[in-house]
């Protein structure tokens, strides 16, 4: 990729960073989805499900330690899988990271207005249509799209307000859970926790394919990378810590959550948080949904605007690559942001809201497998970079390097196959659907962006080689 100094401004410090990769993984799902998991799997099916879905993602964040620090570029990925396996197997690795980063925007475009629906159960009107059973109402899709408007300027406008708006969001959203987690210790009972494993080991796997799209946040890392004021080398720190805090988040809060809500009353409720935080205070009172309201705002616009960040520079990065059509490599001279991969992606997800609620399972459903095809050529990278370069600089060298990647593609290997038909676990047509549909997208605007491929091979080929000493 053809680099320009001083693309983006060097804003983000460690803390930024931090609550960025932090911020991204807790979103609105934890509010409106612990109750699903737990019915699922039951309590400690749930925790084993997250856990096996976090030990993978542990894995393939160690290889992202080492190769991020050492290719400090947007779009990370990209970059590994080129430099390891070439351009094709490059395009294939970005584009199916930018499903996953698309599809964790959708997904909190179309939770915002479950929001208001908590708050007022009345919130939808005007009937528009049905998508799949699930009825579609004017309110509800103005709603989100309105919400992925205004996240989309937010982006357009600049890094620095966008990482302020980060760091408020996360603390919130901590001080919210940390409520829920003490009020549940304090009022809760063991009594409640059973089943401790629902549905077998189907249940367990159900929960677990889900993981890869609700654990990524530790991967904005490397898209934010050349925005980063602090050495490469804490990039890998940050990076694995952020992946045990957002698993440790997930299994905590699903345990929380059991030790109040017994399997009756996590049948009938449709948001089991906020009426877990009722129970935890022995009220009536809608106090408790407001708080959860607070929360479930913060972790939206969190992991909203984290995935926007990174999802844009992903694609920007194709685009200056030529993977991509050329004016997707647009940088706002003033904002210095890449404002046409903002707009792409914005302009995508304002529409999601008017396909119904269901999109939000199918959207993390196949935003999942997308994430495990990205990981799977990630960790590979690493391992042929190894091979194929032992001597590249790497501000962070992984112990056992060979044990890591090897786990780490295993790992995506087994994962990979859990989506596959025939698996209880397995996804259904209209998930493989979106999945198409996004691969006959991607190869069109490959093949669209020849022209544009040419001409950087062009410029690439005309400058002379450096010295030899």
Wanted: aromatic fraction near 12%.
């Amino acid at each position: 990729m053809e680099k320009t100094e001083g693309r983006f401004e060097r804003l983000l410090g460690a803390w930024d960073m931090t609550a960025l990769a932090f911020g991204a993984a807790i979103g609105w799902g934890w509010v409106v989805l612990s109750g699903k998991w737990l019915l699922t799997g039951g309590t400690l099916g749930a925790i084993l499900g997250f856990a096996l879905g976090g030990c993978m993602i542990l894995f393939v964040g160690m290889t992202y330690s080492e190769l991020c620090p050492a290719m400090p570029e947007c779009g990370g990925e990209m970059t590994f899988s080129k430099r390891a396996l070439g351009f094709n197997w490059s395009f294939v690795c970005a584009w199916a990271l930018s499903l996953c980063y698309l599809g964790c925007v959708i997904f909190e475009t179309c939770a915002l207005p479950s929001v208001f629906e908590l708050v007022d159960p009345a919130f939808s009107q005007v009937y528009l249509y049905s998508v799949a059973g699930s009825d579609v109402y004017l309110t509800y899709a103005l709603v989100g799209s309105v919400g992925a408007l205004v996240i989309m300027l937010i982006n357009y406008f600049g890094i620095r307000f966008a990482a302020w708006l980060q760091k408020v969001m996360t603390i919130t959203l901590a001080v919210v859970g940390i409520t829920l987690i003490v009020s549940a210790l304090i009022s809760g009972s063991l009594s409640n926790i059973k089943p401790l494993f629902a549905n077998g080991v189907k249940g367990t796997f159900s929960v677990a394919i889900v993981t890869p799209f609700f654990l990524m946040g530790f991967d904005v890392i490397p898209q934010a990378s050349e925005e980063a004021n602090f050495s490469p080398k804490k990039l890998a720190k940050i990076l694995i810590l952020s992946i045990i805090l957002a698993a440790s988040w997930y299994c905590i809060i699903i345990f929380s959550v059991s030790l109040v809500m017994d399997h009756n009353a996590l049948s009938t409720s449709q948001f089991c948080t906020a009426d877990a935080l009722a129970r935890a205070w022995h009220t009536s009172s809608k106090f408790p949904i407001y708080v959860i309201v607070i929360a479930g705002l913060a972790g939206i616009l969190s992991t909203w605007n984290a995935f926007l960040v990174s999802g844009s520079r992903v694609i920007f990065a194709m685009a200056c690559e030529g993977m991509l059509p050329k004016f997707l490599a647009k940088i706002d001279p003033k904002h210095k942001t890449p404002s046409n991969a903002i707009l792409l992606l914005g302009g995508i997800s304002c529409i999601a809201p008017f396909f119904g609620r269901d999109m939000l399972v199918w959207i993390s459903d196949a935003a999942s497998f997308s994430t495990v095809i990205a990981y799977g050529l990630v960790a590979v990278s690493f391992v042929v970079l190894r091979k194929k370069e032992p001597e590249m600089p790497r501000p962070y060298k992984v112990k056992n390097w060979k044990l890591v990647g090897t786990m780490a593609i295993l790992l995506c290997i087994g994962m990979f196959v859990l989506y596959l038909p025939g698996m209880p676990s397995g996804l259904k047509v209209s998930e493989w659907s979106i999945i198409a549909l996004w691969s006959v997208f991607g190869v069109c605007m490959f093949l669209a962006s020849r022209k544009h491929r040419q001409e950087i091979l062009k410029k690439q080929s005309s400058v002379p080689p450096p010295p030899t000493a």
